[in-house]
């Protein structure tokens, strides 16, 4: 079974408007951390957002937030009022305690597309 | 200033040869990663190391082998039984025993073409 689960191959938002990019994922352990990554055309993977199994409060890094649904395993990426630079390909990833390393698991990914 | 330089950029190859893609950071981070991106596929981890002279193998080491001799430097070797090196690949880094938050930090990636 997949850790990560982006079911989102591809999505389309207007210029200024908010967006959801889904993110589901599987563990038994109590403890994980939840990351979100951006990855332009160029290449480079861009950390955009972290949340911690723990945290009581969904995490925000300016336009961007977490909805963070424990009970559900869902880990929404929300971008607030997109920006033509916003396009890119995201990616969700877990890291679990029980894996007894620092590495990530990542899911398949979302392109997101600005339209202006 | 601080980050991950991977060279070079572009890498072409003939089938049955091998070739080494250099990965150097310069964050002091301890844990150091590669990852192999191929397109719909996601990031899929190949080797990482959290400690100099020590490394672990990922979920797709077979063909693959790195080293650990420099905290600063962590280069990966893909050898001739790879049996489809062409893709993407990433160098990462972290800090290691500081938390569950410390995110991966990358480089710009390294595409190897075998023809």
């Known amino acids: 079974a997949q850790k990560i689960t982006q079911t989102q191959p591809g999505m389309f938002v207007q210029e200024k408007e908010a967006v959801t990019l889904d993110c589901t994922y599987d563990t038994s352990d109590q403890s994980y951390g939840l990351f979100w990554y951006k990855q332009p055309s160029s290449g480079e993977m861009i950390f955009l957002i972290y949340?911690?199994?723990?945290?009581?409060q969904n995490a925000t890094e300016g336009r961007y937030s977490l909805n963070f649904q424990k009970a559900r395993k869902s880990a929404n990426l929300v971008i607030s009022a997109s920006q033509l630079g916003d396009s890119a390909m995201y990616f969700c990833a877990m890291r679990e305690r029980g894996a007894g390393s620092y590495q990530l698991t990542f899911g398949k990914g979302t392109k997101l597309s600005v339209i202006p | 200033d601080g980050g991950i330089t991977q060279s070079p950029k572009y890498l072409f190859r003939k089938e049955g040869q091998n070739v080494t893609l250099s990965c150097e950071q310069n964050l002091n981070h301890d844990a150091m990663y590669w990852y192999r991106q191929d397109p719909g596929q996601g990031l899929r981890l190949i080797y990482y190391?959290?400690?100099?002279?020590?490394?672990q193998k990922g979920d797709i080491a077979e063909g693959y082998s790195v080293s650990r001799e420099k905290k600063e430097s962590f280069p990966l070797t893909v050898t001739s039984a790879q049996k489809n090196p062409t893709a993407f690949y990433l160098c990462?880094?972290?800090?290691?025993?500081?938390?569950?938050?410390?995110?991966?930090?990358f480089g710009n990636g390294t595409r190897l073409t075998v023809t």
């Open positions: 949340q911690g199994s723990y945290d009581e």
């Open positions: 990462a880094s972290s800090t290691a025993g500081t938390g569950f938050g410390s995110p991966l930090h």
């Open positions: 190391s959290q400690i100099v002279n020590d490394f």
